[in-house]
C-alpha cells in the first residue's frame, strides 16, 4: 500500500513564496515518477509539475507556473517538494501529490499516475 501525504500549504499574499512537501510511504520512493496537480473550484484538474525517478534528471512544468515553480525529490527522505514562488491569486487551490510506476510519458496527463494523496489547500490573497 503506497501512501502520500502532503503538506505546507497555507494563506500568502500575491508575490510570496511557499514550499509543499509530500512524504511517500509503503514502497521504494526512488522508483517513482512523481508528480504535482491543482485543482481549483469549479474547475478541472490541472498539471503543475512532475520529475522523473530516482535521479530527476527530468522535469515537466505547466505552462502557468514555469519560471515560478520548482520541483525536486529527496531519495533519503521518501519526499518530494514543490517550490512556488511569486505567487497569484489564481494559484489558490488544492494541490495534490501523485505517484506513477511506469517510468517515461507524457507526465502531464493524470490518468498516468497510479496514487494520490489527499490535497493541500493553497490560497494566495490579492
Known amino acids: 500500500q503506497v501512501q502520500l501525504v502532503e503538506s505546507g500549504g497555507g494563506l500568502v499574499q500575491a508575490g510570496d513564496s511557499l514550499r509543499l512537501s509530500c512524504a511517500v510511504s509503503?514502497?521504494?520512493?526512488?522508483?517513482?515518477?512523481m508528480g504535482w496537480f491543482r485543482q481549483a473550484p469549479g474547475k478541472v484538474r490541472e498539471f503543475v509539475a512532475a520529475i522523473s525517478w530516482w535521479s530527476g534528471s527530468v522535469t515537466r512544468y505547466g505552462d502557468s507556473v514555469r519560471g515560478r515553480f520548482t520541483i525536486s525529490r529527496d531519495n533519503g527522505k521518501n519526499t518530494v517538494f514543490l517550490q512556488m514562488s511569486s505567487l497569484k491569486p489564481d494559484d489558490t487551490a488544492v494541490y495534490y501529490c501523485?505517484?506513477?510506476?511506469?517510468?517515461?510519458?507524457?507526465?502531464?496527463?493524470?490518468?498516468?499516475?497510479?496514487?494520490w494523496g489527499q490535497g493541500t489547500q493553497v490560497t494566495v490573497s490579492s
Open positions: 501523485a505517484a506513477k510506476e511506469a517510468h517515461g510519458g507524457t507526465y502531464h496527463a493524470d490518468s498516468e499516475y497510479d496514487y
Open positions: 509503503g514502497r521504494t520512493f526512488s522508483w517513482y515518477d
